[in-house]
């Protein structure tokens, strides 16, 4: 376990600034607590300095995980988002999605979300743009990546694609051994 | 049918018996030379019974004649005279006499030295030495004397008690420590000029062995290696007072990582920065770019101007022929062409 260098926060922060924009600063500075990321078997974890302490006294090879994990590097060095990061990135979620109640088994089992299951999405939304993705309650249910601005999603036929799938809570399921 | 079995049962042990007899009497045409101090049997004995041609059968009869040979060795030493180690239990020692056969040397035969700068030059001028007798008459003391050195003939010229002063010297200067000098002088060349032979027999090494001369470059080079030549490879060796503070280090970077329980507080404060970076849609100023950029800004500006000149030159079209044109406008750039130049 160590913390980020340079290169590696740029690229997490580069990542996490397509979903939430500016409002890193709001996880980075917290009014409740000091909070940090730290890297732990390539995974980046946001930790709270009190169980970042506590977590010290477990040897490395046997932490399997601390605080939240936000995702991990891969090889070759870019950050990948993992869907434990949600609870982080719903509410400060500047682009949001809402799916219709027929389309959210589609979208938990994995499936990108169409435009007939499209319910609502945010005004001003740029194609390519990272969005959150909520059940029409409300409820956050994962994250993608915009495939169509919110201008050509009116015109385009009911069956194309809107958001790229990324994450979504039913991975809790399918890879419950693979999330830590 | 039970008689057989009898002849058989009796030959076999004979077989038996002859067994080890076999393997420790060995009979040779030609006995073995020994020289039991190097523990080395020699068999001149020409090796009929091994066939030429490589195969296992050789390679068998091969190991078959080294065993009797060291068979008839180790039956050599037995013979020698022993005596028991440490007491009646230890084990048997045989005392081997002196070598005689003279091995091999293991190691090449020493470079021979280089010549000296005098050998050089007398090879050159071919000087050749002149076999000198070292005893010489001595008429004064009617004995034979040696040419040279301690009791040489015609006494030793330090130990003279009366030096006449030559003819146009300086009267009171004194000649016997005039002698003195002169002598520890040539004492000195000698000694410089040997120490000169040795170093130019020697490769020009990295100045870590003392020689007559060390460069400043080589003497540096050699205290860097001193000081890392203790046991905690000079890391608490004090550096001298003029020393350069640090010296460039030889190894690659390390990668280090900040403290897992560093200073949280000055980490956020870089990743504010950090962000602020990244917040900010205006790329930072590339110097190199900007640079490049308003140098062809003025390029395109200089040319526009250069091209409204020439057409207002140019401004009324001529009736010859092209290639004239050509050749009148190449006319008249020449000169400012020159100019620049």
């Known amino acids: 376990m160590r913390p980020l260098t340079e290169e590696e926060t740029r690229a997490l922060f580069e990542k996490l600034a397509k979903y939430i924009g500016e409002n890193i600063q709001l996880l980075v500075d917290r009014p409740d607590g000091s909070y940090c990321f730290r890297l732990h078997k390539d995974r980046v974890y946001y930790v709270s300095e009190r169980i970042l302490k506590v977590a010290t006294n477990i040897p490395g090879d046997k932490l399997v995980s601390l605080g939240t994990c936000f995702g991990k590097f891969t090889k070759t060095q870019k950050f990948r988002l993992h869907v434990t990061a949600l609870d982080y990135l719903a509410p400060y979620a500047k682009y949001k999605v809402w799916v219709k109640p027929g389309a959210e088994q589609s979208f938990l089992y994995g499936n990108h979300v169409l435009k007939s299951g499209l319910g609502r999405i945010t005004e001003n939304t740029a194609q390519y743009q990272g969005v959150v993705v909520y059940s029409m309650a409300d409820v956050p249910l994962g994250f993608g990546v915009a495939a169509k601005s919110t201008q ?29 | 049918m039970a008689a057989l079995c009898v002849e058989e049962l009796l030959a076999r042990a004979e077989q038996r018996e002859a067994e080890p007899q076999r393997s420790v009497t060995v009979e040779k045409e030609l006995e073995l030379e020994f020289d039991l101090g190097n523990l080395l049997a020699l068999d001149r004995n020409p090796p009929t019974s091994v066939p030429r041609a490589a195969g296992a059968q050789r390679e068998s009869r091969l190991r078959s004649l080294a065993r009797d040979n060291t068979q008839l060795l180790v039956a050599q030493l037995w013979g020698l005279p022993a005596e028991r180690a440490e007491g009646a239990a230890g084990p048997l020692l045989a005392q081997l006499p002196e070598p005689s056969y003279r091995l091999p040397r293991e190691k090449p035969l020493p470079r021979p030295r280089p010549p000296t700068r005098w050998e050089q030059f007398a090879r050159l001028k071919g000087i050749r030495r002149r076999k000198r007798t070292s005893l010489v008459w001595d008429e004064a003391a009617k004995q034979w004397r040696r040419r040279w050195g301690y009791g040489r003939a015609g006494g030793d010229p330090a130990r003279d008690w009366l030096i006449e002063v030559p003819a146009g010297a300086d009267p009171d200067e004194d000649q016997f420590a005039k002698r003195l000098c002169e002598k520890r002088e040539r004492v000195a060349r000698n000694e410089l000029n040997r ?39 000079g890391r608490f060796q004090p550096r001298l007072p003029k020393e350069p503070a640090a010296p460039p280090s030889r190894g690659g ?20 920065e950090l962000l602020r970076g990244l917040g900010s849609k205006k790329p930072p100023l590339d110097l190199t770019r900007a640079v490049n950029k308003q140098l062809r800004e003025e390029d395109a500006e200089a040319a526009k101007g250069r091209k409204r000149g020439q057409r207002g030159k140019r401004g009324r079209p001529r009736p010859g022929a092209a290639k004239g044109k050509k050749a009148g406008t190449r006319r008249q750039q020449r000169p400012a062409g020159k100019k620049r130049g």
């Open chain 1, 152 to 180: 050509d999603c009116r015109k385009v036929d009911p069956m194309a694609i809107v958001v790229f799938h990324q994450a979504d809570v039913g991975e809790y399921v399918r890879h419950e051994e693979t999330l830590t």
């Open chain 2, 195 to 233: 120490l000169r032979n040795i170093a130019r027999g020697t490769l020009p090494g990295r100045g870590l062995h003392p020689t007559g001369h060390q460069s400043r470059v080589e003497l540096g080079r050699a205290s860097e290696v001193a000081r890392v030549s203790t046991a905690s490879l």
């Open chain 2, 253 to 272: 970077k390390k990668r280090r990582f900040e403290p897992l329980l560093g200073d949280l507080a000055a980490e956020r404060s870089r990743q504010l």
